[in-house]
């Protein structure tokens, strides 16, 4: 996982990529044309249709009046994934949990 500083396109300011397997997630910090920030979330798979490759993305916005919103229902989602896969009832073998953990990333710097 890598942090890129984006200089290609105005808008956009900072963009960070998670590779897992056949997806790729992208997390892009870009700005309106009023210079407010907002991010999206992309998530870029690699599809084979007729002998051919092809990457199939689906994309969110999230705008500032959401941050954290979004942020508060994403901290309690993981909360509650952490509480049932520590209950032994769900498989877990392809879930990595000891991951290098970043938290430089937070909504409340936006």
Do not use: C, P, W
């Not at 009023?34 to 092809?54: A, C, H, I, M, P």
């Amino acid at each position: 996982m890598e942090y890129e500083k984006r200089n290609d396109r105005n808008d956009e300011v900072f963009s960070k990529s998670v590779k897992a397997g056949k997806r790729t997630y992208f997390f892009d910090i870009k700005t309106t044309k009023g210079n407010e920030l907002y991010l999206t979330l992309t998530e870029s798979k690699k599809v084979f249709e007729d002998g051919r490759e092809y990457f199939q993305k689906h994309k969110i916005f999230l705008y500032k009046e959401d941050f954290a919103k979004f942020k508060e229902g994403l901290d309690e989602i993981m909360e509650k994934l952490n509480e049932l896969n520590e209950t032994g009832e769900f498989r877990t073998d392809s879930y990595v949990r000891n991951e290098k953990s970043d938290d430089s990333f937070t909504f409340d710097s936006l």
